[in-house]
């Protein structure tokens, strides 16, 4: 079946630590997207990609980095100058929209969950 | 950014139908309105989209009134199984226009 897949399910970074989570989709998707989530809160854009080698910064990207080197994955790396990562991370993907402008929908993965040691 | 406001919870019980309301007033001419659910420790799900009037799927429906400044979700009969967040976005063409806001918290009583 087709789908996003994260991993890991549960992750725990040291302090001063850097730390990747995966995201890898076979929905021949062009468009990626990273989301934070905090406890009772909304998803909050990080980076997200149109295409391959090429991404751009969200509402949150500060303390972030991702690549984009294959159409399938999205990594996302967690760096020490983020000093609050403890959060629900989610990856998606999307078609782009055509020339009729219609939004297509986000397909989404099952998360990670990271917290501190 | 075209930013939504949503109840922030409601109640409900098996059997019912359900409303919830989303309020979006500065909607650009060119976004779509779409409605995702997300349960816990789970990644959100699609459920359903539209640009005007009403929209219908296996699982609900859309009513967006002639102004676009506001749009209702309607879950037919919902189950214990439908209690989730729900979040109500608008955007179009330039995705990143995407902005969840807190969404609905949906509670299914017996």
Same mark, same amino acid.
């Given at each position: @079946?087709?789908?996003?897949?994260? %991993?890991?399910?549960?992750?725990?970074?040291? $302090?001063?630590?850097?730390?990747? /989570? %995966?995201? $890898?989709?076979?929905?021949?998707?062009? !468009?990626?997207?990273? #989301?934070?989530? @905090?406890?009772?809160?909304?998803?909050? /854009?990080? #980076? #997200?990609s149109q295409i391959v080698n090429d991404f751009q910064k969200g509402d949150i990207a500060e303390g972030y980095s991702v690549s984009r080197e294959k159409k399938e994955s999205f990594p996302l790396t967690v760096t020490s100058a983020q000093k609050n990562p403890t !959060?629900? #991370? /989610?990856? !998606? %993907?999307?078609? /782009?929209?055509? $020339?009729?402008?219609?939004?297509?929908?986000?397909?989404?993965?099952?998360g990670t969950r990271l917290s501190i040691l | 950014l075209a930013k939504t406001t949503q109840p922030i919870s409601m109640d409900s019980y098996e059997g019912q139908e359900v409303n919830i309301t989303c309020s979006h007033n500065n909607i650009?001419?060119?976004?779509?309105?779409?409605?995702?659910?997300?349960?816990?420790?789970?990644?959100? =799900?699609?459920?359903?989209?539209?640009?005007?009037?009403?929209v219908t799927n296996e699982v609900a429906s859309l009513f967006i009134p002639?102004? =676009?400044?506001?749009?209702?979700?309607?879950?037919? =009969?919902?189950?214990?199984?439908?209690?989730?967040?729900?979040?109500?976005?608008?955007?179009?063409?330039?995705?990143n226009k995407f902005y969840f806001g807190s969404g609905t918290k949906l509670n299914v009583k017996p």
């Open positions: @079946d087709g789908g996003i897949t994260q %991993s890991p399910k549960y992750l725990f970074r040291k $302090e001063g630590q850097n730390v990747t /989570l %995966s995201c $890898e989709q076979n929905l021949n998707h062009d !468009a990626m997207y990273w #989301y934070r989530q @905090d406890p009772g809160q909304g998803l909050r /854009l990080i #980076y #997200y !959060a629900f #991370y /989610l990856c !998606a %993907s999307s078609m /782009l929209s055509g $020339e009729d402008y219609e939004s297509q929908p986000q397909h989404f993965g099952d | 650009a001419t060119n976004d779509y309105i779409t409605w995702y659910q997300q349960f816990p420790s789970q990644g959100p =799900r699609f459920i359903i989209q539209g640009y005007k009037t009403k002639a102004d =676009r400044k506001s749009s209702t979700l309607s879950l037919p =009969r919902v189950s214990l199984s439908d209690t989730a967040v729900y979040y109500c976005l608008v955007g179009g063409y330039n995705f």
